[in-house]
């Protein structure tokens, strides 16, 4: 089984190119989580990331409030924490037992930061207008493990409704559709 430092580290990368190449001019733009605009999801997922390293050394956080975090050098301060959030999940243990206030066991913990990661990436690409596609190995992961947690994520309302796809929908597609997005979501007018 391939520990999450490990598909993390295959995820972060092409994250990181996302928001690199998202232009300030596009900041306001929606994306296809409806309840985020482009600067609310990359305050959104940096959240994520951060908190993410939390849970990875068993400490406790708070998904209370997300700062506005694009300001300076935003897209610097993300890739730096990204990279922090393979080295909390690499350090030994940290993807064993449980962690959280749910007790949730640490893999299913890894599994919901490597889905936020790479779902978001997508919806920030796609709003942006940017090519985003996850590494085969990081689906392998996701596919199960969110289709696991769908019943659960839903009852909390992070996923949506199941959106329909065609028969032989892409594994991405199906990833997209299960937690309620729409994989042929494009910005308006676009």
Same mark, same amino acid.
């Given at each position: 089984?391939?520990?999450?430092?490990?598909?993390?580290?295959?995820?972060?990368?092409?994250?990181v190119? +996302?928001?690199?190449?998202?232009?300030?001019?596009?900041?306001?733009?929606?994306?296809p989580?409806?309840?985020? !605009?482009?600067?609310?999801?990359?305050?959104?997922?940096?959240? +994520?990331?951060?908190?993410?390293? &939390?849970?990875?050394?068993?400490?406790?956080?708070?998904?209370?409030?997300?700062p506005?975090?694009?300001t300076?050098?935003?897209?610097?301060?993300?890739?730096?924490?990204?990279?922090?959030?393979? &080295?909390?999940?690499?350090?030994?243990?940290?993807?064993?037992?449980?962690?959280?206030?749910?007790?949730?066991?640490?893999?299913?913990?890894?599994?919901?930061?490597?889905?936020?990661?790479?779902?978001?990436?997508? !919806?920030?690409?796609?709003?942006?207008?940017?090519?985003?596609?996850?590494?085969?190995?990081?689906?392998?992961?996701?596919?199960?493990?969110?289709?696991?947690?769908?019943?659960?994520?839903?009852?909390?309302?992070?996923?949506?409704?199941?959106?329909?796809?065609? !028969?032989?929908?892409?594994?991405?597609d199906? +990833?997209?559709a299960?937690?309620?997005?729409?994989?042929?979501?494009?910005?308006?007018?676009?």
């Amino acid at each position: 089984m391939t520990k999450i430092s490990e598909l993390l580290a295959t995820a972060v990368g092409p994250a990181v190119a +996302v928001l690199d190449g998202i232009d300030d001019d596009g900041l306001d733009a929606p994306t296809p989580c409806a309840e985020y !605009d482009v600067r609310a999801l990359i305050s959104h997922l940096f959240q +994520v990331v951060v908190n993410f390293q &939390a849970l990875a050394a068993r400490q406790e956080v708070d998904f209370g409030t997300t700062p506005d975090i694009v300001t300076g050098d935003w897209r610097a301060r993300f890739g730096e924490e990204a990279a922090g959030l393979v &080295a909390a999940w690499a350090v030994p243990g940290a993807d064993e037992g449980t962690t959280g206030a749910m007790g949730l066991p640490a893999r299913t913990v890894g599994n919901m930061v490597l889905g936020d990661l790479t779902v978001h990436a997508w !919806d920030l690409a796609r709003a942006t207008g940017q090519e985003f596609t996850p590494d085969r190995s990081v689906l392998d992961e996701i596919g199960p493990a969110l289709a696991a947690m769908a019943p659960m994520a839903r009852k909390a309302k992070v996923f949506g409704e199941p959106h329909p796809v065609p !028969d032989g929908a892409s594994p991405f597609d199906e +990833v997209l559709a299960l937690t309620g997005r729409d994989p042929g979501w494009r910005p308006p007018g676009a």
